[in-house]
């Protein structure tokens, strides 16, 4: 059965290059199969890279073979039984012999490519704006990912190398502790690069933030070490209950309140005390619709309380008849109008 639109909202890289409607596409582009991808990347925004991505390989094992026309084929053939002895029989037998072992060891070829690139490739998760989704990473470690977020890690981990994954956007990990005594060995170290940060974890739960240049990791409960990418030597260790922010060059560590700050993975929102900047720059990261003030003072206003995140018409509902504006959403331009009442 033909898979809806709606289905590829949070597709992987592994379920498009599995697609046969998508391979089509890519392979032998219709007008129907046209129409039915553009209105799927214009739907979900967030799935370009992972659909760029499935295109190049799909293309890069794309083979052209030449066909001869029927009457062609018959011409050559009276051409080569005309031409043909019975000394030359077992010459011919040689070449077709030759043609089916280039053709098996072609077919062993790819199947052997096709299992090195089963093994050893490299997982992509990528939310689209406005859904959440939870993961099970092959050491059995949990992943929430935030709206308009990615995680990118390899399909198998084996016993030599350290558990790695790249995060982009939000995500709150809980991440499953391997190292019980002795000395620590690469396949029990855990590390999360995200923008110019490494984390590094023995068995913990924290949340990693990476918008808009700036990069905040904030521990739940565990132990985790900070380092940046460019000054390996120098590291940070956060304890449960502590925040910290990489921005502009620098490291800065403080307490706050993780549980408030983790919520989001729940469907909701606390806010205490918080620029309303802060809470459209927070929409769009999550939505994709940019602010629009007709007076930039309601920008400046503050708010403090709890709002529901997984229903974006509530959240601006909430928003607009707590700070007493009004809020339209413009689909066109994508920007969220805001006035006063």
């Known amino acids: ?26 392979s032998q582009p ?34 052209e073979t030449e066909v001869l026309h029927i009457k062609e084929q018959q011409n050559l053939w009276h051409t ?8 030359r029989k077992p010459q011919r037998k040689i070449r077709l012999w030759s043609r089916y072992a280039a053709a098996a060891i072609l077919v062993g070829v790819l199947f052997l490519a096709g299992l090195l ?64 005594n002795g000395p620590v060995k690469n396949h029990q170290r855990f590390i999360v690069h995200t923008g110019e940060l490494n984390v590094e974890v023995l068995g913990t739960s924290f949340n990693v933030n990476d918008r808009r240049g700036r990069t905040e990791v904030a521990l739940l409960k ?23 922010e990489y921005i502009g060059g620098s490291l800065n560590k403080k307490p ?3 549980a408030e700050y983790t919520s989001w993975k729940d469907g909701k929102l606390y806010f205490n005390d918080v620029p309303v900047s802060t809470i459209f720059n927070y929409f769009e990261d999550i939505y994709g619709y940019k602010a629009k003030v007709s007076d930039t003072k309601i920008l400046t206003r ?10 974006e018409k509530v959240f601006l509902e909430t928003v607009a008849r707590t700070l007493n504006i009004t809020i339209t959403k413009d689909t066109d331009s994508h920007k969220l109008i805001i006035k006063a009442n």
Do not use: C
């Open 1 to 26: 059965m033909d898979k809806q639109i709606s289905d590829y909202q949070s597709s992987t890289l592994e379920d498009l290059i599995n697609d046969e409607s998508f391979m089509l596409w890519v």
């Open 30 to 63: 219709t007008e129907e199969l046209d129409s039915k991808w553009n209105t799927i990347q214009q739907l979900y925004p967030g799935l370009a890279p992972i659909i760029r991505e499935g295109k190049e390989i799909i293309l890069s094992l794309h083979f």
């Open 80 to 87: 080569i039984a005309a031409k043909t002895t019975l000394n």
């Open 117 to 180: 690139y089963s093994t050893f490739k490299q997982i992509t998760v990528q939310t689209p704006y406005g859904q959440l989704k939870t993961l099970t990473l092959p050491d059995g470690s949990k992943v929430t990912l935030n709206a308009n977020s990615k995680i990118k890690y390899d399909k198998n981990w084996d016993n030599d190398k350290i558990r790695e994954v790249w995060v982009e956007g939000e995500a709150f990990l809980e991440v499953n502790h391997l190292h019980k």
């Open 222 to 244: 565990g132990k985790i070490r900070l380092a940046l990418n460019t000054e390996k030597e120098k590291s940070l260790i956060l304890a449960p209950g502590d925040i910290v």
């Open 256 to 258: 706050i309140n993780v």
């Open 302 to 311: 503050k708010l403090s309380g709890t709002i529901s995140s997984r229903n």
